[in-house]
């Protein structure tokens, strides 16, 4: 199991899933991504608002009106003139944002119906019976000015009372409807104006608020439908919005809503068209444009209360003059509030103005149905590019490169929201790319931690902790195959293993092995060392592999001198059990040879067992060396080249041998002590006196290497007596048979 879940495959099968899933959900509606994708649009409007087109006017029923004109509602007659007042001001549209349900109790005859029935009331219920209607006075004055445009608002299905009127049906110049009929917002039930009025009227238009899940109105519907479904005697019709019904009166009042397919077929286009004369609106079947919001000043605002007034009347006639009007509240006590991207308190007539505006000044936000495709494609893409770069990466660059995507992409939509009104969500693309990031990160780790994992397995017991920890940040090299390096390479044995062994059970020979091995193996990996085998009573180790270790050789001559010391507990374990059991005890003694020089190491094997190794010549050398140390009777034997890396250790030149397998001679050393011994005067006087023998004996001139040899002898205070034993039988034997005319001293190995 841990295998699968650590495969780098699995890995990539799981991202293509998640992948898959981000794409899949990208046209989602959940309610988190909505609100992330409207805080981010949001955003875009309020650094980039729309500007000013001055070409419309809101008269406010505010609260300065209602306290000079009277509690609303307002008597009919009071609208009337109202209306009189702006159109003799020269107002091109009135457009009511306010329905008038009801017929107005305040007329004369409605008082009068409210007259006790007492004939005393006969000529006040008279009097007030022959007075004008409100109703129709008002009535009158939407007809006389022409200009005026009624509107109705949503209501439930019981409190629906009549039809909507329409003054001008819209115009499908396209032959499906169907998508229009499935899309566009449907009204259960409408609060629609007495017939009077909306008969009276150039214009009858829808003003329902459909706000978005947090309450805000970013969208309109440019067309509602009602009824939602055919019913007995009515079939669905479609109604403009207040505000396209303002636009088609001042554009011209006889013309008509037409909706067509968008002839542009450009990337980013949307499939319909809402025309009004020469102004295109681009939406989507659903009908809904976007509102680009504008901020709309309290200066802005007419107080209706002026209206009646002559001289503020007429010092407002350059602001209203040509201008389509919008009647709407402000008062808190009307409820006509709402919330914009720009405020979460506006009037909701602001909502009209702002959707007249940018059908004026052409300026729209689009979010046509291919941004959805275009938004899952940007997952796709940049989510495929992260999933096979990952295992190319590490953490940290590629978490610079998401963020960098991700910012790209808001970087990319903020540019189509300024330039061309698009809105591109970058939200759930970059959390898509975020979690795909953040998976791939944790898979990245988990494999990661089982390379390690194998890393420790695979060389915890060969090297120090401290080479453990440098060697798992970088897994990669364990891998078959390997390197060129120079090493420092020893060989370790027992002496006398066999008469050893003689006297042990099996299980006291594996006791004290273990007891021989642990030491020995602990003095590598404590001086950098790497275990490379055991081979029953031997070891072979080496140095500045698999990392590096620029002091492999002083490392390795320092991890020999400590061998024999860690043996002495060793070996009063074997007197004690010898003097027990009353038999001359076999001490252990390591012969080592250490060698340094080029090698080729690395993981070595086949795919499924290899093992961390090293080979090459110097490899060999180390091995021949440390089965020479019996034939000088040392206990550590040191190549030249590991010599010459450790100058300050003490070490004595031994001979200029030929080992078997070689043809080219070599020096070989013995290591005698470390660098501080090795500056001790005693120690040089040795050296001295050895040396002077060496080179007698190598000039040929053996009578003076005999006395030589005998006083380097006498300053090793017995140390190295079998070698100083060997050389006195060549001596001797050079002596009586001088070697061939040419000697160069060298010795040949004939065993290993």
Same mark, same amino acid.
Not at 359 to 372: A, S
């Given at each position: 199991?841990?295998?699968i879940?650590?495969?780098?495959?699995?890995?990539?099968?799981?991202?293509?899933i998640?992948?898959?899933a981000?794409?899949?959900?990208?046209?989602?509606?959940?309610?988190?991504r909505?609100?992330?994708?409207?805080?981010?649009?949001?955003?875009?409007?309020?650094?980039?608002?729309?500007?000013?087109?001055?070409?419309?006017?809101?008269?406010?029923?505010?609260?300065?009106?209602?306290?000079?004109?009277?509690?609303?509602?307002?008597?009919?007659?009071?609208?009337?003139?109202?209306?009189?007042?702006?159109?003799?001001?020269?107002?091109?549209?009135?457009?009511?944002?306010?329905?008038?349900?009801?017929?107005?109790?305040?007329?004369?005859?409605?008082?009068?119906?409210?007259?006790?029935?007492?004939?005393?009331?006969?000529?006040v219920?008279?009097?007030?019976?022959?007075?004008?209607?409100?109703?129709?006075?008002?009535?009158?004055?939407?007809?006389?000015?022409?200009?005026?445009?009624?509107?109705?608002?949503?209501?439930?299905?019981?409190?629906?009372?009549?039809?909507?009127?329409?003054?001008?049906?819209?115009?499908?110049?396209?032959?499906?409807?169907?998508?229009?009929?499935?899309?566009?917002?449907?009204?259960p039930?409408?609060?629609?104006?007495?017939?009077?009025?909306?008969?009276?009227? !150039?214009?009858?238009?829808?003003?329902?608020?459909?706000?978005?899940?947090?309450?805000?109105?970013?969208?309109?519907?440019?067309?509602?439908?009602?009824?939602?479904?055919?019913?007995?005697?009515?079939?669905?019709?479609?109604?403009?919005?207040?505000?396209?019904?303002?636009?088609?009166?001042?554009?011209?009042?006889?013309?008509?809503?037409?909706?067509?397919?968008?002839?542009? =077929?450009?990337a980013?286009?949307?499939?319909?068209?809402?025309?009004?004369?020469?102004?295109?609106?681009?939406v989507?079947?659903?009908?809904?444009?976007?509102?680009?919001?504008?901020?709309?000043?309290?200066?802005?605002?007419?107080?209706?209360?002026?209206?009646?007034?002559?001289?503020?009347?007429? =010092?407002?006639?350059?602001?209203?003059?040509?201008?389509?009007?919008?009647?709407?509240?402000?008062?808190?006590?009307?409820?006509?509030?709402?919330?914009?991207?720009?405020?979460?308190?506006?009037?909701?007539?602001e909502?009209?103005?702002?959707?007249?505006?940018q059908?004026?000044?052409?300026?729209?936000? =689009?979010?046509?149905?291919?941004?959805?495709?275009?938004?899952?494609?940007?997952?796709?893409?940049?989510?495929?590019?992260?999933?096979?770069?990952?295992?190319?990466?590490?953490?940290i660059?590629?978490?610079?490169?998401?963020?960098a995507?991700?910012?790209?992409?808001?970087?990319?939509?903020?540019? &189509?929201?300024k330039?061309?009104?698009?809105l591109?969500?970058?939200?759930?693309?970059?959390? !898509?790319?975020?979690?795909?990031?953040?998976?791939?990160?944790?898979?990245?780790?988990?494999?990661?931690?089982?390379?390690?994992?194998?890393?420790?397995?695979?060389?915890?017991?060969?090297?120090?902790?401290?080479?453990?920890?440098?060697?798992?940040?970088?897994?990669?090299?364990?891998?078959?195959?390997?390197?060129v390096?120079?090493?420092?390479?020893?060989?370790?044995?027992?002496?006398?293993?066999?008469?050893?062994?003689?006297?042990?059970?099996?299980?006291e020979?594996?006791?004290?092995?273990?007891?021989?091995?642990?030491?020995?193996?602990?003095?590598?990996?404590?001086?950098?060392?790497?275990?490379?085998?055991?081979?029953?009573?031997?070891?072979?180790?080496f140095?500045?592999?698999?990392?590096?270790?620029?002091?492999?050789?002083?490392?390795?001559?320092?991890?020999?001198?400590?061998?024999?010391?860690a043996?002495?507990?060793?070996?009063?374990?074997?007197?004690?059990? !010898? !003097?027990?059991?009353?038999?001359?005890?076999?001490?252990?003694?390591?012969?080592?040879?250490?060698?340094?020089?080029?090698?080729?190491?690395?993981? &070595?094997?086949?795919?499924?067992?290899?093992?961390?190794?090293?080979?090459?010549?110097?490899?060999?050398?180390?091995?021949?060396?440390?089965?020479?140390?019996k034939?000088?009777?040392?206990n550590?034997?040191?190549?030249?080249?590991?010599?010459?890396?450790?100058p300050?250790?003490?070490?004595?030149?031994?001979?200029l041998?030929?080992?078997?397998?070689?043809? =080219?001679?070599?020096?070989?050393?013995?290591?005698?002590?470390?660098?501080?011994?090795a500056?001790?005067?005693?120690?040089?006087?040795?050296?001295t006196?050895?040396?002077?023998?060496?080179?007698?004996?190598?000039?040929?001139?053996?009578?003076?290497?005999?006395?030589?040899?005998?006083?380097?002898?006498?300053?090793g205070?017995?140390?190295?007596?079998?070698?100083?034993?060997?050389?006195?039988?060549?001596?001797?034997?050079?002596?009586?048979n001088?070697?061939?005319?040419?000697w160069?001293?060298?010795?040949v190995?004939?065993?290993?």
């Amino acid at each position: 199991m841990i295998k699968i879940l650590t495969n780098k495959w699995v890995h990539f099968f799981i991202l293509l899933i998640l992948l898959a899933a981000g794409v899949y959900f990208s046209g989602s509606q959940l309610e988190m991504r909505k609100r992330l994708q409207y805080a981010t649009f949001d955003t875009y409007n309020k650094i980039k608002p729309r500007e000013a087109s001055n070409r419309v006017v809101i008269v406010d029923l505010d609260e300065e009106s209602i306290k000079k004109l009277g509690q609303w509602p307002w008597p009919r007659y009071v609208l009337a003139d109202l209306v009189k007042n702006l159109n003799d001001l020269g107002a091109k549209v009135i457009a009511f944002d306010i329905v008038f349900a009801e017929a107005d109790r305040t007329s004369p005859g409605r008082i009068a119906q409210t007259l006790p029935p007492d004939t005393i009331y006969d000529p006040v219920k008279t009097a007030l019976d022959s007075l004008p209607d409100n109703d129709q006075i008002f009535a009158a004055a939407i007809k006389d000015a022409g200009n005026v445009v009624t509107g109705f608002t949503r209501a439930r299905p019981e409190e629906t009372l009549r039809k909507p009127y329409q003054a001008a049906k819209p115009m499908f110049l396209i032959k499906d409807k169907k998508p229009f009929l499935e899309h566009t917002f449907a009204a259960p039930g409408v609060a629609e104006n007495l017939p009077e009025f909306s008969s009276a009227a !150039a214009g009858n238009g829808s003003f329902m608020a459909t706000p978005d899940i947090d309450g805000i109105i970013r969208e309109v519907s440019l067309l509602v439908r009602y009824p939602p479904e055919k019913t007995a005697g009515f079939d669905p019709e479609f109604y403009p919005m207040l505000g396209l019904e303002a636009l088609r009166v001042d554009i011209n009042k006889a013309s008509r809503l037409r909706i067509k397919q968008n002839p542009d =077929k450009g990337a980013f286009a949307t499939d319909y068209l809402f025309k009004i004369a020469d102004f295109d609106v681009p939406v989507e079947s659903d009908g809904k444009l976007w509102v680009y919001y504008r901020h709309i000043g309290q200066e802005e605002y007419i107080s209706a209360q002026k209206l009646f007034d002559p001289i503020e009347k007429e =010092k407002l006639r350059d602001r209203i003059n040509g201008k389509i009007v919008f009647i709407g509240t402000s008062a808190e006590g009307l409820r006509d509030i709402r919330s914009t991207p720009l405020d979460i308190f506006v009037p909701g007539v602001e909502v009209h103005v702002n959707v007249v505006e940018q059908i004026l000044q052409g300026k729209f936000l =689009k979010r046509p149905d291919v941004i959805v495709g275009v938004e899952a494609a940007i997952i796709g893409l940049v989510g495929f590019l992260i999933i096979v770069l990952a295992p190319f990466m590490n953490v940290i660059v590629l978490g610079f490169l998401s963020s960098a995507l991700i910012g790209g992409m808001f970087l990319g939509s903020w540019q &189509m929201y300024k330039y061309n009104g698009i809105l591109l969500d970058p939200v759930y693309p970059s959390i !898509a790319i975020s979690v795909l990031f953040l998976v791939s990160s944790l898979l990245s780790y988990i494999r990661s931690e089982s390379e390690r994992r194998q890393v420790r397995q695979a060389f915890g017991l060969y090297i120090s902790p401290a080479f453990m920890e440098e060697l798992t940040k970088d897994p990669d090299k364990l891998k078959l195959g390997g390197e060129v390096r120079d090493l420092t390479v020893m060989f370790s044995d027992i002496r006398s293993f066999t008469t050893i062994s003689e006297r042990l059970t099996p299980e006291e020979l594996i006791q004290l092995m273990n007891d021989f091995l642990t030491p020995m193996s602990d003095l590598v990996m404590s001086n950098r060392g790497t275990i490379d085998k055991y081979m029953g009573d031997a070891m072979m180790a080496f140095w500045n592999a698999p990392l590096d270790d620029e002091d492999h050789a002083r490392h390795a001559c320092m991890t020999a001198l400590k061998m024999n010391e860690a043996l002495i507990p060793i070996n009063e374990g074997i007197k004690a059990r !010898a !003097a027990g059991e009353g038999y001359t005890p076999v001490l252990l003694n390591a012969g080592i040879g250490i060698n340094t020089g080029p090698c080729s190491v690395g993981n &070595m094997g086949s795919r499924q067992r290899f093992a961390y190794s090293a080979l090459g010549d110097a490899v060999n050398l180390s091995s021949r060396l440390e089965g020479q140390t019996k034939t000088y009777g040392v206990n550590i034997l040191v190549g030249e080249d590991t010599q010459r890396l450790a100058p300050d250790f003490g070490m004595l030149e031994m001979d200029l041998i030929r080992v078997k397998g070689k043809e =080219k001679p070599v020096r070989i050393f013995t290591l005698i002590c470390d660098e501080n011994e090795a500056t001790e005067e005693r120690f040089r006087q040795w050296k001295t006196a050895h040396n002077g023998f060496l080179a007698a004996y190598r000039a040929a001139d053996f009578g003076c290497a005999a006395q030589e040899l005998k006083t380097a002898r006498e300053a090793g205070e017995g140390k190295l007596s079998v070698y100083y034993d060997l050389f006195s039988s060549r001596i001797a034997e050079f002596t009586k048979n001088p070697p061939p005319e040419g000697w160069d001293g060298v010795f040949v190995a004939t065993e290993k």
